[in-house]
């Protein structure tokens, strides 16, 4: 079975606080790719970072970190010094890369709402 | 360039109607995926096209739900005999693919808010 779990459904932060954000998945499959999309009031979904099984080196782009471990099998994600434009919901997501290699439908997380507070 | 494009934007349409819901892909992505986002929730997969070819419909809730791309660029998701339970932010979105072993991020259009009264 596949699934990503973000266990925390909701947060609440005042501006300049750090803040984690947690994804754990479950596949069977050896190679796959991870996914962080963040989605805003306004709705459209924005790509943050894809990350393959097999590149475990963690990632920071700006305030924006990743922080990926294959043993526990999660892709968390920190906001360092938080700001109120990062306040949305942000997904998790997993695709499989089976040996037909032809769908690469995500698997998605049920997102965690992240308010930053002035 | 131009991100992935969705028409109409909103829908309201009565129980029983058909509606049709546009994508227009970023140039060059061979791949296209629909998605239905419901309130609370993160994307439910519909159906993804390689090209002109449906290669996964199998999220497809039943047979009322259809879509194409003939030409291999622009997709529509057709809804017969709509129901209130198909209310729903439709998504699509559009990916590179190559024969390298890579999966490509998907890049989402702003969707279309379909509500069924």
């Known amino acids: 079975a596949q699934k990503v779990t973000q266990a925390q459904t909701e947060i609440s932060v005042v501006e300049k606080e750090d803040v984690t954000l947690d994804c754990v998945y479950e596949t069977r499959d050896t190679t796959y790719y991870l996914f962080w999309y963040k989605q805003p009031p306004s709705g459209e979904l924005v790509f943050l970072i894809r990350?393959?099984?097999?590149d475990e080196q963690n990632e920071i782009s700006g305030r924006y970190s990743w922080n990926f471990q294959k043993s526990t099998s999660s892709f968390n994600f920190t906001i360092t010094a938080s700001q109120v434009v990062d306040s949305a919901v942000y997904f998790c997501a997993l695709t499989p890369f089976t040996n037909a290699g032809n769908n690469r439908k995500l698997i998605w997380g049920l997102g965690t709402s992240l308010a930053v507070n002035p | 360039g131009a991100g992935v494009s969705q028409t109409p934007s909103n829908k309201v349409t009565e129980k029983g109607k058909y509606v049709e819901l546009r994508c227009d892909p970023i140039s060059g992505h061979t791949a296209l995926y629909w998605y239905r986002q419901s309130l609370g929730q993160g994307p439910e997969f519909l159906i993804y096209f390689q090209g002109t070819g449906a290669a996964d419909d199998s999220g497809l809730p039943n047979d009322r739900f259809f879509a194409v791309r003939p030409e291999g660029s622009v997709s529509t998701l057709k809804i017969q005999r709509t129901e209130r339970g198909d209310s729903a932010v439709y998504l699509c979105a559009s990916s590179r693919v190559k024969t390298s072993r890579v999966n490509y991020e998907q890049y989402f259009g702003p969707g279309t808010r379909l509500t069924v009264t």
């Open positions: 990350r393959n099984s097999f």
